[in-house]
């Protein structure tokens, strides 16, 4: 069984991929700068396999990565709000440390890098957009994305690969949860006000996957065999989950068994974009297991049930980081 490292490992979906990946009997090594704390990615280990490493991407020691076979490189600052916050340190944490741990992957003899990247690189587009289009990234968040997928695939040789995942945006319910992603802020806004927030101007396409299926996706580009991923870019997500805002609100009150009330909130979105996921499912076979119907009422559920706090002050990230940020904490 393959050994693998997971940085961001205490995130939204590194905690979701840990216990995923524990599932199926991996050897994890599980780092993290544990922003969003610790104890809550603690309480889902019970395999001894999975080690706890409270490190930081940017300098971490190398050694740690002796025996590892993959490494899925989650730490990021990771979301376009965030990522604006101070653009030199997300060009520090998400261009220049991700590219460290690949060069010291590939240093220390680890055979893949998985690079999760966002659909967010394509920005805005009129025309529906596969992994040959022409990308447009919009954002520090974007661009920092784009220039590390760019130079960590100079890296590849004979010895080391390393693949591209771009995310659609994820939901679903985690345990270090995120209430800035479109459909579980829009079940949140609803369980505490009664209205579903809509940002403005509802026309913007956006395409959409559940945490499960990325953590899914990212084990099916594990285990792929070499030539079908080495170098590779895959748009991660689902034709059918290619949806424009207000309608995506529509179908979340829907799901949720609830009037469609709305509010507006923000300025005009302009990152609009449908996607083409074909070649994930052409090459390796994946196809989503959950609706958008599934997450919306799988966080409802949690909402109502208490196991989800709709003011934990952790899940709208880039308070929680200008939190940190305030305290001295270093970021
Ligand atoms: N969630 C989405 O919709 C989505 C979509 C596209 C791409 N992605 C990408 O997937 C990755 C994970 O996203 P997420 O939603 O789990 O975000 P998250 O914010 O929940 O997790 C990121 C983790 O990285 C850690 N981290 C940040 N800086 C670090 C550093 N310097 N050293 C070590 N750890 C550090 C944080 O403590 C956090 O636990 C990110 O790269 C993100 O850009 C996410």
Same mark, same amino acid.
């Given at each position: 069984?393959?050994?693998?490292?997971?940085?961001?490992?205490?995130?939204?979906?590194?905690?979701?991929?840990?216990?995923?990946?524990?599932?199926?009997?991996?050897?994890?090594?599980?780092?993290?700068?544990?922003?969003?704390?610790?104890?809550?990615?603690?309480?889902?280990?019970?395999?001894?396999?999975?080690?706890?490493?409270?490190?930081?991407?940017?300098?971490?020691? =190398?050694?740690?990565?002796?025996?590892?076979?993959?490494?899925?490189?989650?730490?990021?600052?990771?979301?376009?709000?965030?990522?604006?916050?101070?653009?030199?340190?997300?060009?520090?944490?998400?261009?220049?440390?991700?590219?460290?741990?690949?060069?010291?992957?590939?240093?220390?003899?680890?055979?893949?890098?998985?690079?999760?990247?966002?659909?967010?690189?394509?920005?805005?587009?009129?025309?529906?957009?596969?992994?040959?289009? =022409?990308?447009? =990234?919009?954002?520090?968040?974007?661009?920092?994305?784009?220039?590390? %997928?760019?130079?960590?695939?100079?890296?590849?040789?004979?010895?080391?690969?390393?693949?591209?995942?771009?995310?659609?945006?994820?939901?679903?319910?985690?345990?270090?949860?995120?209430?800035?992603?479109?459909?579980?802020?829009?079940?949140?806004?609803?369980?505490?006000?009664?209205?579903?927030?809509?940002?403005?101007?509802?026309?913007?396409?956006?395409?959409?996957?559940?945490?499960? &299926?990325?953590?899914?996706?990212?084990?099916?580009?594990?285990?792929?065999?070499?030539?079908?991923?080495?170098?590779?870019?895959?748009?991660?997500?689902?034709?059918?989950?290619?949806?424009?805002?207000? %309608?995506?609100?529509?179908?979340?009150?829907?799901?949720?068994?609830?009037?469609?009330?709305?509010?507006?909130?923000?300025?005009?979105?302009?990152?609009?974009?449908?996607?083409?996921?074909?070649?994930?499912?052409?090459?390796?076979?994946?196809?989503?297991?959950?609706?958008?119907?599934?997450?919306?009422?799988?966080?409802?559920?949690?909402?109502?049930?208490?196991?989800? &706090?709709?003011? &934990?002050?952790?899940?709208?990230?880039?308070?929680?980081?200008?939190?940190?940020?305030?305290?001295?904490?270093?970021?």
């Amino acid at each position: 069984m393959k050994k693998v490292l997971i940085t961001g490992a205490g995130g939204y979906i590194g905690c979701r991929l840990v216990e995923y990946l524990q599932d199926k009997g991996y050897e994890i090594k599980a780092l993290d700068r544990f922003y969003f704390g610790k104890e809550r990615l603690q309480r889902l280990i019970t395999d001894s396999k999975v080690e706890l490493v409270e490190k930081d991407i940017r300098l971490f020691d =190398p050694e740690i990565l002796k025996g590892v076979d993959v490494v899925i490189d989650l730490a990021a600052l990771s979301n376009d709000p965030t990522g604006e916050l101070d653009p030199v340190k997300t060009w520090s944490i998400n261009y220049l440390g991700r590219f460290r741990v690949a060069v010291l992957s590939k240093v220390m003899g680890v055979k893949r890098y998985i690079l999760p990247s966002s659909c967010s690189v394509y920005g805005f587009q009129e025309e529906i957009v596969s992994e040959n289009s =022409p990308v447009n =990234p919009l954002t520090t968040y974007a661009k920092a994305n784009y220039k590390a %997928e760019v130079d960590i695939k100079k890296l590849i040789d004979d010895k080391f690969s390393v693949v591209i995942l771009r995310f659609a945006t994820v939901y679903g319910y985690s345990p270090r949860m995120r209430f800035d992603l479109a459909i579980n802020g829009m079940v949140r806004g609803f369980f505490k006000n009664g209205k579903i927030p809509i940002l403005r101007d509802g026309t913007q396409y956006r395409p959409f996957v559940h945490v499960m &299926d990325v953590c899914k996706a990212i084990h099916l580009a594990m285990e792929a065999e070499e030539d079908k991923v080495k170098g590779e870019v895959f748009n991660v997500g689902s034709k059918e989950q290619n949806v424009q805002i207000f %309608e995506l609100a529509q179908r979340v009150a829907k799901a949720i068994g609830v009037e469609f009330n709305y509010e507006w909130y923000g300025l005009p979105d302009h990152r609009s974009y449908r996607v083409n996921f074909d070649k994930i499912k052409d090459v390796l076979g994946f196809y989503p297991d959950y609706t958008i119907e599934d997450g919306a009422k799988e966080i409802y559920d949690a909402l109502k049930s208490g196991i989800l &706090d709709p003011d &934990d002050p952790t899940t709208i990230t880039v308070e929680w980081y200008k939190k940190l940020i305030s305290e001295g904490v270093m970021v």
